[in-house]
Nanobody, 122 residues
Framework: QVQLVESGGGLVQAGGSLRLSCAAS????????MGWFRQAPGKEREFVAA???????YYADSVKGRFTISRDNAKNTVYLQMNSLKPEDTAVYYC????????????????WGQGTQVTVSS
């Protein structure tokens, strides 16, 4: 089984930056597509960003130009660099993993971290 642990969340002012990390264990990390999702209170879990096994990048329209997903296969870690944060980015952010190709549907990811809270104040 793949286990994922997120870190790096916190409280920032609008316009600030955070970098989230997701440490993975189990499985062959380089063979998994990795994604970030977020869930705000009272809302559905939504796709944020994903990176394929080959490094192709995918972003939700709401974060394009502000967030960057990357992976370091040597460290079994995925990152989400979040810049120009907005109050509407406030949510619990979850790291997710699935075998093979990238998808944007949360229900198609088999492995999930516990989440890390990101709060952006105005």
């Amino acid at each position: 089984q793949v286990q994922l642990v997120e870190s790096g969340g916190g409280l920032v002012q609008a316009g600030g930056s955070l970098r989230l990390s997701c440490a993975a264990s189990g499985g062959t990390f380089s063979m998994y597509a990795m994604g970030w999702f977020r869930q705000a209170p009272g809302k559905e879990r939504e796709f944020v960003a994903a990176i394929s096994r080959s490094g192709s990048l995918y972003y939700a329209d709401s974060v394009k130009g502000r967030f960057t997903i990357s992976r370091d296969n040597a460290k079994n870690t995925v990152y989400l660099q979040m810049n120009s944060l907005k109050p509407e980015d406030t949510a619990v952010y979850y790291c997710a993993s699935r075998w093979s190709t990238v998808v944007t549907e949360a229900n198609l990811y088999a492995y999930w971290g516990q989440g890390t809270q990101v709060t952006v104040s105005s």
